[in-house]
């Protein structure tokens, strides 16, 4: 009984403990954050917002730099420069011409509120998909889809995002979604997504380069988990599947790199810092291409 009472008292005192503290220290100043990753043969355009500390309780579109910046862009290649003063959409600045391959392009911005920011990078040619292929295979007494993908890779260094989407249509919903899929090819990096347990588990995109095969014909196979709609007999549904090879710099590969890993880390691992190569501020100036052919 003596121990019961006395296991009473120690909780009321945890209890009457409690105190809330009110945070008192200073958030860091607010930095200009440009997110532009550029597709070739497509508008140049970019989106600039300000960093807000991450206790900010304020609206999520209050960030958004719509006005009051000029954003300059060089083609250090012909030396011609554009200007835009206004946003052409919330905080989208598209600019008047097509992003073309192998091109340096220099972005400058500057705000009076916020220190000014640049950065530079060189655009990429496309490397595109020769063929897909696909067959269904039993993994673990279930379907899965095997998909191949077959490219030639350029001499250079080349980095890649691999990912499948599965586009429904149904009556009554329509969705798109990329499957999990996993590889044991070499070129493939899986200490990432590996239990502690040492098995491999799926994911919806890759990110690799081609240390292992560069200047070579590649050939990857992918196992997917794959969820077939046509079986629904109530609501049955068309579907398409695309398979995306996504050819980028080492910038913007670096850049979904390190912001993969930031959103895969837990309450127990060291903060991934996701890479940034905006001078003076935040984000990623970067470019990528995209080959899709449907199975």
Not at 131 to 153: G, M
Not at 241 to 270: G, P
Request: charged residues 20%.
């Amino acid at each position: 009984m003596k121990q019961f009472l006395s296991l009473l008292i120690v909780l009321f005192l945890l209890v009457s403990c409690q105190k809330e503290i009110e945070f008192k220290g200073n958030s860091k100043t607010s930095l200009l954050v440009l997110n532009g990753v550029v597709e070739n043969d497509s508008t140049f355009r970019i989106f600039l917002e300000r960093s807000v500390f991450f206790l900010s309780n304020e609206a999520a579109d209050a960030k958004y730099i719509t006005s009051g910046a000029e954003v300059k862009v060089t083609n250090l290649s012909t030396n011609e420069v554009f200007i835009l003063n206004q946003s052409t959409s919330v905080n989208l600045y598209a600019f008047p011409f097509v992003t073309t391959p192998n091109t340096r392009y220099k972005i400058e911005v500057s705000h009076p509120s916020y220190p000014s920011i640049s950065s530079e990078m060189t655009t990429t040619s496309k490397v595109n998909l020769l063929a897909v292929d696909s067959v269904t295979v039993i993994k673990n007494q279930e379907n899965r889809l095997k998909i191949t993908f077959n490219w030639n890779d350029p001499s250079t260094e080349n980095y890649y995002m691999v990912r499948i989407k599965q586009t429904v249509s149904a009556p009554e919903f329509e969705y798109d979604e990329y499957l999990y899929m996993e590889s044991s090819d070499v070129a493939i990096d899986n200490s990432n997504n590996t239990d502690i347990d040492g098995s491999v588990y799926p994911v919806d995109s890759y990110l690799f380069n081609d240390s292992k095969f560069n200047g070579q014909q590649k050939e990857i196979e992918f196992i997917c988990y794959y969820y077939n709609p046509n079986t629904d007999p109530f609501n049955p549904a068309a579907e398409d599947l695309y398979c995306e090879l996504i050819s980028m710099n080492k910038e913007t590969y670096l850049y979904y790199v390190s912001m993969k890993a930031n959103m895969e880390s837990d309450f127990f691992s060291e903060p991934v810092k996701v890479l940034s190569n905006i001078e003076n501020g935040f984000g990623i100036f970067g470019t990528l291409n995209y080959s899709v052919k449907k199975l």
